[in-house]
């Protein structure tokens, strides 16, 4: 049985296509994209009518939190690709701090298999780059790229000390795989809750630093230049990170760099009131952080969306500020949220949008998909671009509810994500 | 005016008039306090939970007082004695209390909005006696009290508070309840002790000691908590006290009749000099009388109080 999604306005920006087309999908990979193909459809193929609505390339996320091991309150291989699933993601890159933490070959074969196994959505391994997360020395990272690590990070902290980071970001390069570097200067953060700034102060919560970030942003940048390696920043959130990896594009230096849809659409106003759902690491910044980044996306120094999605429990949460832990749970508000950020006020065209959660993460991580080409497996998203919904926790698939959009009444929703072929929701609903 | 808060959080956001009637109130509690019985029926079957999740001894003491002074049932849990040891959230604790009938809980937490968080889950009405770096209203009001006591008012007053402001939720509360009031303020410190964008809570801040106490009515010298110099905010003790401790020389600076605050419990020869604390122009053990008052305040009003009441 095949699948055909008709009359929808097929989009993909990896092949410059934007038409009304029709798809068929046979045994999980695309046979065919051009118009009209459903009215050769066969008696027993399933018809998705998309009249109206977007088809995109499965969304990508490079950055998210699964939990599993070791966190299964929070989040497990099962609810969290649900949840991705729910947002429009058909693949999603792990973080590897879990526990154990994901430095090993054993590590990465886990995480395959057991989301092979309980997943919905395709999930690629990110590796360690120190063993234990340490920071003292570095996990096997050939091992990992040879059994499907894409990238490596120790996200949740830097790598502090240099000489260190500078190793792996030159080891990495020779395993062919990319550093996505989580840039802060623990020491110049420490405690921190928020951004430092009128709000800490007015709230008399520590304070986290722009600085703190930047001066690592900077660090990381020259040592990537210094051995010519590629690097890619994590959650950029400040003016001075985009100035700096501006700066560094200009004189030829191989950094990207990401934006979470929090970092766009709230600013450290939000901590008003001591919701814990606004606590996350890079915290909420200024104004004047929001719209440099909004800046960056525009002129190209910013080129990949990423929902950095941390899930926590409720019991975790609902606690004082400054003892909640960091992290937002992203995935399934992640599209409305840029849509409402970056296409509602004009900064970046749909084409732009796509392509930084799609093709551009595909190819700066060496997945694959990110595009809709003929005999390629069919992760394929359809949007509904004016349908209204309320952020509720109706339906809400990640086990973390910590989600600051709480209520926020969004335009524009993924209603059909579809991977490998297999339809895993279908007009919101989700059917695996 | 009635008042119609179910919790006292903070200063700011309160109304001049708000803050003006726990003034008002605290007056006739003041001669409660100076009687030789000690004791209305005000708050006769109504109780009132302490709950400490840090070390105090004057607020603490001060707030029970203040209870008994108005017969109210007062129980007070130190964290360290509680089921918080055993690993309870404060959530729970809160709970707990409600569950058992409080009227009130008192709390003081370390945590910055610490006392927004438990207001939001229990019946029972919350002051918070300080959180974190936050507020302390009820400090804030004792201060006010004082200086309107001495100077019969606070509109066009200028106030210099000194010290570490960054850690500081008294300075916070004074902030926005004197700017409530009309007076003007201006903060002062070591730059690494004032936190950023302070002056867009609409006072002057300044690390000049002689440019802050020139013409000031009032001076407020926070502590100073000493484990600060291990994190680098400051070098030694000693170069604070140089720098930053208020002596008679700098007194000189301010206005003749200038009233110095305190409070509590002082560094002496560190942030103030003995001969300040203990001069004519200190009314620190005055503070603490009147921090009984406007705590009693405080109390009589949030359980649904009049001024008419009062006295009987």
């Known amino acids: 049985m095949a699948l055909v999604i008709k009359n929808g306005r097929v989009l993909d920006p990896a092949q410059r296509i934007d038409h009304v087309l029709d798809i068929r999908v046979d045994k999980g990979i695309i046979v065919a994209c051009g118009p009209n193909l459903a009215d050769h459809a066969e008696e027993s193929d399933q018809i998705i009518d998309a009249t109206g609505k977007l088809v995109i390339p499965g969304l990508i996320d490079v950055h998210c939190h699964l939990r599993e091991p070791g966190g299964e309150a929070k989040e497990t291989l099962a609810t969290g690709t649900r949840a991705g699933a729910r947002g429009g993601f058909t693949a999603l890159c792990a973080m590897p701090n879990t526990s154990p933490v994901c430095d090993n070959q054993t590590g990465v074969e886990f995480l395959k298999s057991r989301a092979q196994a309980t997943g919905v959505v395709r999930v690629y391994p990110i590796g360690a780059i120190s063993k234990g997360l340490q920071g003292q020395e570095l996990a096997e990272m050939g091992d990992m790229a040879e059994c499907g690590a894409v990238a490596f990070s120790d996200d949740g902290k830097s790598v502090l000390r240099a000489d260190l980071m500078r190793q792996a970001l030159s080891y990495a390069t020779m395993c062919k795989r990319i550093i996505t570097a989580h840039c802060e200067d623990k020491d110049l953060a420490t405690d921190g809750a928020m951004n430092e700034g009128y709000w800490s102060t007015l709230l008399g919560l520590r304070g986290l630093p722009a600085v703190a970030e930047d001066v690592f942003v900077a660090r990381d940048i020259l040592l990537a230049e210094s051995v010519g390696a590629p690097v890619h920043i994590a959650h950029v959130s400040t003016m001075g990170a985009v100035n700096l990896i501006r700066q560094a594009q200009a004189r030829g230096v191989d950094v990207t760099g990401e934006v979470c849809p929090h970092h766009l659409a709230l600013t450290d106003a939000a901590v008003e009131g001591y919701n814990t759902a606004t606590k996350v690491s890079p915290p909420l910044r200024t104004e004047r952080d929001r719209v440099a980044l909004k800046d960056g996306l525009a002129d190209g120094t910013l080129t990949i969306l990423a929902t950095d999605h941390a899930p926590h429990t409720p019991e975790e949460k609902k606690r004082e500020y400054a003892y909640a832990p960091f992290g937002i749970s992203g995935l399934e508000t992640a599209w409305p949220v840029f849509w409402r950020e970056l296409i509602e006020s004009g900064i970046l065209t749909l084409h732009q949008l796509v392509a930084a959660l799609t093709i551009h993460p595909a190819k700066r991580f060496g997945l694959p998909g990110g595009d809709l080409t003929v005999g390629s497996a069919a992760d394929i998203t359809i949007i509904d671009t004016g349908h209204r919904e309320k952020v509720s926790l109706d339906g809400w698939q990640s086990k973390g509810l910590n989600t600051p959009f709480l209520g926020w009444e969004l335009t524009s929703w993924p209603i059909t994500t579809i991977v490998g072929g297999t339809v895993v929701m279908r007009d919101r609903q989700m059917l695996i | ?267 002496r020869g560190v942030e103030i000099a003995d001969d300040v604390a203990d001069g004519d122009q200190a009314s620190i053990e005055e503070q603490v009388t009147n921090g009984v008052a406007v705590r009693m305040a405080a109390l009589y009003l949030m359980m649904g109080g009049n001024n008419d009441g009062v006295g009987n």
Not at chain 2, 27 to 49: A, F, H, Y
Not at chain 2, 99 to 128: P, T, Y
Not at chain 2, 173 to 178: D, R, T
């Open chain 2, 1 to 267: 005016m009635v008042w119609r808060r179910k919790d006292l959080l903070g200063l700011r956001g309160l109304s001049h008039q708000e803050i003006g009637k726990l003034l008002d109130t605290a007056v006739p509690m003041k001669e409660i306090i100076q009687r030789d019985i000690k004791k209305v029926p005000t708050l006769r079957g109504k109780s009132m939970v302490c709950l400490f999740y840090e070390a105090s001894t004057r607020t603490r003491t001060s707030f029970e007082l203040a209870g008994k002074y108005m017969s109210a049932d007062t129980v007070n849990i130190a964290a360290s004695s509680s089921s918080v040891v055993k690993g309870e959230s404060l959530i729970d604790t809160g709970r707990t209390i409600d569950a058992m009938g409080a009227d009130i809980i008192v709390m003081r937490h370390s945590a910055s909005g610490a006392a927004q968080l438990l207001a939001g889950e229990v019946k029972a009405r919350v002051i918070n006696a300080g959180d974190g770096a936050h507020e302390h209203p009820t400090q804030g009001l004792l201060d006010m009290f004082t200086i309107r006591e001495k100077k019969g008012k606070l509109a066009g007053l200028t106030v210099t508070i000194l010290g570490d402001i960054l850690h500081s939720r008294v300075a916070r509360s004074n902030i926005w309840g004197l700017t409530t009031m009309g007076a003007r303020v201006r903060v002062c410190g070591p730059s690494t002790l004032l936190p950023p964008e302070i002056a867009a809570l609409g006072v002057e801040a300044t690390t000049d000691i002689e440019a802050a106490l020139r013409g000031a009515d009032v001076v407020n010298v926070l502590r100073l908590q000493l484990e600060r110099q291990q994190k680098g905010l400051f070098p030694t003790i000693r170069e604070y006290g140089r720098l930053f401790g208020l002596n008679r020389d700098r007194l000189r600076l301010c206005k003749q009749d200038v009233l110095v605050l305190h409070p509590g419990p002082m560094n």
